[in-house]
T-cell receptor, first 113, second 116 residues
């Protein structure tokens, strides 16, 4: 089946540093989504990407839909302590039954003040 | 933005009890809802896809008689963990999508289920 490889698995950074994480797949996706999950809560949608090559920002977050449609990255600039959490990528194919997304294993981000 | 409400947020009950978790889309109609299970420090594991007015589609290895799903309306899906045992203790999260090919999934806040 479809699998997403998300890396890195975890990151420990200093406040103010920039962060980059990515997802790759052997399959083509028509949609890429990035979510953040805080402890004990459900994931929250950060950015949705619908076109190959699309670059979208949401505040300090920037994500891109890879040209090959097999990858996506998420950048966080000038990290702050509240950026701590688990970030998940998700890919979806256009004709997937019920619009089911495939999720990466997550990147756990720790920000030291 | 799209809001998905999940209730209850936490359940603690005795072994053998059946537990029902509700998932509601508050400001959109969701023909499809998804139920996930998440173990500590792990990713989301899709259990089943809930379709309004029809039977749920379960992922391989998920017991449909153990995890009963009902999607009776366009805004409500329920997951019932029947005769729960300690190994069913986990974090259960629902997700819903609005209609249309480009609508993303939105998640509820999850339910922490603890079976004693």
């Amino acid at each position: 089946g479809q699998q997403l490889n998300q890396s890195p698995q975890s990151m420990f950074i200093q406040e103010g540093e920039d962060v980059s994480m990515n997802c790759t797949s052997s399959s083509i996706f028509n949609t890429w989504l990035w979510y953040k999950q805080d402890p004990g809560e459900g994931p929250v949608l950060l950015i949705a990407l619908y076109k190959a090559g699309e670059l979208t920002s949401n505040g300090r977050l920037t994500a891109q839909f890879g040209i090959t449609r097999k990858d996506s990255f998420l950048n966080i600039s000038a990290s702050i302590p509240s950026d701590v959490g688990i970030y998940f990528c998700a890919g979806r194919r256009l004709n997937t039954n019920a619009g089911k997304s495939t999720f990466g294993d997550g990147t756990t981000l720790t920000v030291k003040p | 933005g799209a809001v998905v409400s999940q209730h209850p947020s936490r359940v603690i009950c005795k072994s053998g009890t059946s537990v029902k978790i509700e998932c509601r889309s508050l400001d959109f109609q969701a023909t499809t809802m998804f139920w996930y299970r998440q173990f500590p420090k792990q990713s989301l594991m899709l259990m089943a896809t809930s379709n309004e007015g029809s039977k749920a589609t379960y992922e391989q290895g998920v017991e449909k008689d153990k995890f009963l799903i009902n999607h009776a309306s366009l805004t409500l899906s329920t997951l019932t963990v029947t005769s729960a045992h300690p190994e069913d203790s986990s974090f259960y999260i629902c997700s819903a999508r609005d209609r249309g090919p480009h609508q993303p999934q939105h998640f509820g806040d999850g339910t922490r289920l603890s079976i004693l």
